[in-house]
């Protein structure tokens, strides 16, 4: 199974991103989680969204960023974020069913 994510890109503060993270093929768990990761620090867990579309995100992007599934496609994933936020600098990345990830997309937030 390959995953890609992709939407990253420069955006300034206050801006917003909406990331997608796709899966090669139907994969028969509905479970999802993105992460990011800054060079130097942890890779950090910030949402999941699993069985009937119930969503969990961090605190660090509760109320900014949402997760969900395209209906129509089932194996696409978005991650909306609104309100970004210099220190929301990072690589993102998607997992699929605790398994699958992809190669991540970069999100950089700079005047």
């Known amino acids: 199974v390959e995953v890609m994510e992709s939407g990253g890109g420069l955006v300034q503060p206050g801006g917003s991103l909406r990331l997608s993270c796709a899966a090669s093929?139907?994969?028969?768990?509905?479970?999802m989680a993105w992460f990011r990761k800054v060079p130097g620090k942890q890779r950090e867990y910030i949402a999941r969204i699993f069985g009937k579309d119930s969503t969990i995100y961090a605190d660090s992007i509760k109320g900014r960023f949402t997760t969900n599934r395209d209906k129509a496609v089932n194996t696409t994933v978005y991650l909306q974020m609104n309100s970004l936020k210099f220190e929301d600098t990072a690589t993102y990345y998607c997992?699929?069913?605790?398994?699958?990830w992809g190669q991540g997309t970069q999100v950089t937030v700079s005047e």
């Open positions: 093929r139907m994969l028969f768990c509905s479970n």
């Open positions: 997992e699929f069913c605790d398994r699958y």
